[in-house]
């Protein structure tokens, strides 16, 4: 394949279209005798549902979607219904009481934006109802079962019945990849430049490849060249090579496009290998060719995470379950042009305040405010990440002192 062969083309999604969609189908299911609550996620394009059992369940709502799209408009409601209960029929064998030899071969890794955690559905926590752990900035991991027409969330319920721990379903999900990859592999042609799976009905999971171990160092090895890969949407998975710093700029924004045209975006931020075989985001220098564009990057898809996990620590701090200001992360561009990221925190507020580029600074009794880099706060304050939350939150609320205080406003401006 070409390096522009097959990227290129798709059809912008339409984000109302989809939340519209969504509502309908989410009416739909709550609707169906024995579904006890029903959520409709907009960034997965999922809805999960509460099963009689007292177990959880997801649909993804690619496939009922496609199909409405191309039948007559007088038989969508019809096509509609018969998708999701088909789904929702298919995914009723509820692995929970399942042996762990019984299920282990069924799972698979997801690589998802993490914002979501903080959401709750029918007054449950995800992060607390979900088995998750971090991967990268802003972005977990998590197993599901896979399933004929859907897939089944792993929760830390089915840990007890199994008798496994969570590392143990992590690494056998991650090993259920590895024929798959090696496959890959074996039949990927270094003269390409890319390798571009789009995996558009998500049977191959091939967005969580870069998890499966070998995988990415093994095109590398192929190619002769440091990988680069991307997830930019949650089904599907890009991969190129840093061969010069303009083809790293060439990748990123194909990256971009193929992020932005996601019916379900995770990240169109680079990553690569660290010395022990870890996935890292790739980085480079500022006077880089690829350096903006991977700054853009990098802001959107912390504004994303940050932007859903705000939602949920609100609704959270309006029902009473919080006490502290979930602060919003901003995501700007510069006059230089640089888009960047800004977090507030205003004296005497306490605040959860997120990772960002730079962090504005407000005396609520003067109304004066300055912004300094992350790096000048994390000399001046103790910043301690609070504990369950990812992304990564930061509890504050004074102000340092004055000389503190002085030190940063000299050092104030965009970073």
Not at 64 to 85: C, H, I, T
Not at 108 to 127: C, D, E, N
Not at 278 to 303: D, K, M, N, Q, Y
Request: glycine share 10%; charged share 20%.
């Amino acid at each position: 394949m070409g390096f522009l062969s097959g990227v290129f083309g798709k059809r912008r999604s339409d984000s109302d279209d989809y939340a519209a969609f969504g509502e309908w189908a989410l009416t739909i299911v709550r609707a169906r005798p024995g579904i006890v609550s029903a959520e409709f996620d907009a960034a997965e394009f999922t809805i999960t549902y509460a099963t009689p059992a007292g177990g959880w369940a997801q649909i993804s709502l690619a496939t009922p979607y496609r199909a409405v799209s191309a039948a007559p408009r007088e038989l969508a409601g019809d096509v509609l219904m018969f998708q999701l209960n088909r789904l929702i029929d298919n995914g009723e064998d509820d692995s929970s009481g399942l042996a762990w030899a019984t299920v282990a071969p069924r799972l698979r890794p997801l690589i998802r934006q993490a914002g979501g955690l903080a959401t709750r559905v029918q007054g449950l926590s995800i992060a607390d109802n979900t088995l998750w752990r971090p991967l990268l900035p802003c972005l977990m991991e998590r197993v599901v079962i896979d399933k004929p027409t859907s897939m089944e969330s792993v929760t830390p319920q089915h840990l007890a019945t199994w008798g496994v721990d969570a590392d143990t379903v992590f690494e056998t999900a991650r090993a259920n990849m590895a024929e798959l990859g090696s496959a890959i592999v074996d039949v990927f042609d270094p003269a390409d430049g890319v390798l571009y799976l789009a995996d558009e009905d998500g049977e191959m999971y091939a967005g969580a490849l870069p998890l499966a171990g070998g995988w990415i160092a093994g095109l590398g090895a192929k190619a002769g060249a440091l990988p680069i890969v991307f997830v930019p949407g949650s089904v599907g998975v890009f991969v190129g090579f840093a061969t010069s710093p303009q083809r790293v700029r060439e990748l990123v924004e194909v990256a971009r496009g193929l992020f932005d045209d996601a019916e379900r975006p995770v990240s169109p931020v680079p990553y690569t290998l660290d010395e022990h075989g870890g996935l890292v985001p790739f980085t480079v220098p500022r006077h880089h060719p690829a350096w903006p564009a991977i700054r853009s990057a990098e802001s959107t898809l912390a504004a994303q995470a940050y932007g859903t996990q705000h939602d949920g620590l609100r609704a959270d701090l309006d029902a009473e379950l919080i006490e502290d200001h979930a602060a919003t992360l901003m995501h700007v561009r510069g006059g230089d042009g640089i888009e960047t990221t800004v977090a507030p925190w205003s004296d005497t507020v306490p605040t959860l305040l997120p990772h960002a580029h730079n962090v504005s600074l407000t005396n609520v009794d003067t109304g004066a405010t300055f912004g300094v880099p992350w790096h000048v706060l994390a000399t001046e304050v103790d910043l301690v990440p609070v504990p369950g939350l990812f992304p990564v939150r930061y509890r504050v609320q004074y102000h340092p002192g004055p000389q503190a205080m002085a030190r940063m406003a000299a050092a104030q401006g965009l970073r």
